[in-house]
């Protein structure tokens, strides 16, 4: 059997959540897990972009479910998972992406800013592993959850009530790992640094301090949703990955000054 033929049927069998799938990182995630032969449900607030993704996995041969659902309210993460192992049977990866924020300085963030973050982040991770556990727990399956080098870095200011989500969903990632492992469960925390159409945005406002920001990165680039950071995500849930648990992986070009 060739190379590509293993890599595409690397995940036969095995359905993941992917939330936050409509675009961005999730929506490459997701396109990199169909790829390798898993069925995919993509979560997010609107069904359009969601359907788009489910179009070209179903497109190129995969399986995807669309599930519009708002990871802030609790009845609908509920939702979402009942509405996958329905559909698929099984739930053997939960890849927690979504995180809503605004941007703020630590003296201008307003209670609705640390709302939102929290509501949105470990909250619904929180939320949503504790709904996918005795699944999970079935399969001896994957969580994945989404950290930020600026956990690690808080030198960029403007960012207090993100850094904070995101050093809690850290620490609830290691606890997940030590509780559940027992129970066959892995979780791993991943760090990525990709491409974007808000990054797009920042080099046309600012080209000066986004060559800044580019000289920190080794590989002088951030990474391609699809092809740099969803594969080794996926890679994550094969047998391949099976001792990998309560680590960080940083998928972020080689910044130094995070690690």
Known sequence: MSESANQSSALDG??????GGGAG???????AFAARGAAVAVIGRRIGPLEEVCAEIAAAGGNALAVSADVGIAADVERYVANTVD???????LVNNAQGYRHAFLVDATDDDMDLVWRTGPLASFRAMKAAYPHLKETRGLIVNFGSGTQFDPSEKFHATYN???GAIANLTRSAAVEWGPDGIRAVLVLPAADSDQLAAFRARDPQKFGEMMSR???GRFGDAEHDIGPPIAWLATEEARFITGSILMLDG??????
């Open 87 to 93: 559909h698929f049977g099984r739930l053997d990866v």
């Open 164 to 166: 904070l989500a995101k």
């Open 14 to 19: 095995k359905v993941a959540i992917i939330t």
């Open 25 to 31: 990182i999730g929506r490459g995630v997701a396109k």
């Open 254 to 259: 080689g910044q130094m000054q995070l690690r």
């Open 217 to 219: 990165v080794p590989l």
